[in-house]
Nanobody, 121 residues
Framework: QVQLVESGGGLVQPGGSLRLSCAAS????????MGWYRQAPGKQRELVAV???????TYLDSVKGRFTISRDNAKNTVYLQMNSLKPEDTAVYFC???????????????WGQGTQVTVSS
């Protein structure tokens, strides 16, 4: 059973920083990528940043230059350093993991429970 445990959310003033962490356990198969999505009230969930096992990264345009995703493969942990936070970054942030089974080659997607990030003065 794959579990994703997130931490690091909270309340921060505009311009401030937060660091999110997500530790994966119970993974089976090859981890393809880990990343972060977010969902604001009344909006669809959107990709914020992902990082592959090889270190390739993808970012939402509006967070480029402010957010940095990194990964510790040995610990199956992904981090999201968020700087210069804006009120529009307020959302629930969800950790995401995609893995591929060794034998069947099927792809499986897992989600964390979400952590609230609120940017407000």
């Amino acid at each position: 059973q794959v579990q994703l445990v997130e931490s690091g959310g909270g309340l921060v003033q505009p311009g401030g920083s937060l660091r999110l962490s997500c530790a994966a356990s119970g993974t089976a198969g090859r981890v393809v990528h880990m990343g972060w999505y977010r969902q604001a009230p009344g909006k669809q969930r959107e990709l914020v940043a992902v990082i592959t096992s090889g270190g390739d990264t993808t970012y939402l345009d509006s967070v480029k230059g402010r957010f940095t995703i990194s990964r510790d493969n040995a610990k199956n942990t992904v981090y999201l350093q968020m700087n210069s936070l804006k009120p529009e970054d307020t959302a629930v942030y969800f950790c995401n993991l995609e893995s591929r089974a060794y034998v069947s080659n099927n792809v499986y997607t897992y989600w964390g429970q979400g952590t609230q990030v609120t940017v407000s003065s």
